[in-house]
């Protein structure tokens, strides 16, 4: 019965650091969202998966940004060489319809 | 392109007064539009949803409005209460079951004891 969890909560890197950040969706949630959100902004879509299928990756904003959900459950939101302007929370959100349902985000501060 | 945004960044009430909330899109693709609530350290939390074959949406204490000659929603919170205080986003989907949702910039909604 628990909501959307993520981890870690907090995350600092250094400048080109790997980081892998982790979403576990409600149990038998089909879609799951990834967004990015920036300091008094609203959250911005990255990536969408159906099941294990990655639907719509159209707000990855580079190649340094990967999304996977193997198993069609938890996904991981990979950011390789992070820079400074990845500092940001990233938030997972998962649906079984209209409705999407948002984890509490991990911060990411990249140095 | 599109874009969803907020006519006004903040807005500050006192407590039992009614609030509003506005916010202008510019898809009139849009079909499914959205009010979350986003308190400090939180994630987005769902508060009212609205199809665009509807004018007017109420739930508990909120009432979403939709003109979608000017594109323009609204959301109304009646009796504000101090725990109402929090950052409050709209947000359009094209469909209703499927793919991303866009998000303004938000409106932080402070409530004045």
């Known amino acids: 019965g628990a909501g959307v969890s993520q981890s870690p909560r907090y995350k600092v890197a250094k400048r080109g650091q790997d980081v892998a950040l982790r979403c576990d969706p409600i149990?038998?949630?089909?879609?799951l969202f990834w967004y990015q959100q920036a300091l008094g902004q609203g959250p911005e879509f990255l990536t969408y998966f159906q099941n294990e299928a990655q639907l719509d990756k159209s707000g990855l904003p580079s190649d340094r940004f990967f999304a996977e959900r193997p198993e069609g459950s938890v996904s991981t939101l990979k950011i390789q060489r992070t820079q400074q302007e990845d500092s940001a929370v990233y938030l997972c959100?998962?649906?079984?319809?209209?409705?999407?349902?948002f984890g509490p985000g991990t911060r990411l501060l990249v140095l | 392109g599109e874009s969803v945004g907020l006519h006004l960044p903040t807005l500050s009430v006192q407590e039992g007064d009614n609030s509003i909330i506005n916010c202008a899109y510019s898809n009139s693709a849009s079909d499914y539009f959205i009010w979350y609530k986003q308190e400090s350290g939180k994630g987005p939390q769902f508060i009212i949803d609205i199809r665009s074959n509807m004018d007017k949406r109420q739930g508990q204490r909120v009432t979403v409005l939709l003109n979608k000659t000017v594109k323009h929603l609204s959301l109304q919170i009646a009796a504000t209460q101090p725990g109402d205080s929090a950052v409050y986003f709209c947000a359009e989907k094209r469909n209703t079951n499927a793919g991303k949702s866009t998000f303004g910039d938000g409106t932080t909604l402070t409530v004045k004891p």
């Open positions: 959100a998962s649906s079984r319809g209209e409705t999407q349902y």
């Open positions: 149990s038998g949630h089909v879609s």
